[in-house]
């Protein structure tokens, strides 16, 4: 009778562990959805809609490649996370854009409340050409789940100047063949539109991105451009499916990607990395009163041990929490190219101290946390 009374004992201790286990995030770990698989949703955003948060993501297997498409969860509380099937597959036809082995990357899905459809857009990379393409890509649903229907991929802003692109730099004759990389003279040509110039015609190079719907219903697309040497943020037009040619320039020259922007009592945030392929590093931090900026730079919003690699990680969305006041979750993925469907996901508090994000690892934590 003794033993049967440690044993109940001790399996209530352990249901009550997994309960409490069960109520927190725990970054860098394997997390499972509710049928106990892991979660395969890289390099994803969040929608929050009708009371449920949509986690998008890559689906990752044995490649980079997409041999499946873009996968969705839901979730009620930010813990339980259900799967929800595939939302854009790749396709079998060869002359698709999206035929499995594309690249589809980092995709994001807004609402639009006009037409009442989810509009995706993704990094698109077309099927043996590595990253040459640099589109991206929209698709459209009338259910959060999907199945999202593929519209077409774009180089954004083609024939459109940034704002405040000097007249004068629209003018100059200078190509890169007449420059050695990352000279002196290379970056101050890179800052004064080098490769502006060179996809003028044909539209801008789009590579890691996110999107970012305002308070008034416009929606942006933030994008890694410029051979990843600059962000570009771009107006959607009403529909959220195309681009309006209303763009600027962030951190001209500075090699960002990764972007991931979010507003708080009215002053735009956003966080990026540096560009080190599939190696972490220090995030950077900027802040501007308009989207269209002027951009201030605050720095790496990592503190802490491992902060020089963002915690191993690299971000990819910024989460507000419906419900609590000024909570943000940092959400990151900590990629592993030799084995890409074990990449793990990084979510963390973002706090501030004096107008600047900060960011500090905690092995668990839960949103009773936010004050």
Known sequence: MKNNKKIFFLLFMISIWSWLHAQEI?????WKDTRGN??????????FHNNTYYWYGEHKDKTNDARVGVTCYSSKDLYTRKYEGVALAVSSDPESEIVSGCIIERPKVIYNKKNKEYVMWFHLELKDQGYKAAKTAVAVSKTP?????????????AGQWPLGFREEWKHKKIIEKDLKGWTPEWEKEVQEGLYIRRDFKNGQMARDMTLFVDDNGKAYHIHSSEENMTLHISELTDDYKSFTGK????????????PALFKKDGIYYLITSGCTGWDPNAARSFRAKSIWGPWESLGNPAVGKDAETTFHSQSTYVLPVKGKKDAFIFMADRWRPKNPVDGRYIWLPVEFENGRPVIRWKDHWSLKDFK
């Open 26 to 30: 725990h970054p860098g770990e394997i």
């Open 38 to 47: 892991p979660i395969n949703a890289h390099g994803g955003g969040i929608l």
């Open 145 to 157: 789940q999907g199945p999202f229907v593929y519209i077409k991929s774009h180089n954004p802003n």
């Open 247 to 258: 763009y600027a320039l962030i951190a001209a020259g500075g090699q960002n990607e990764a």
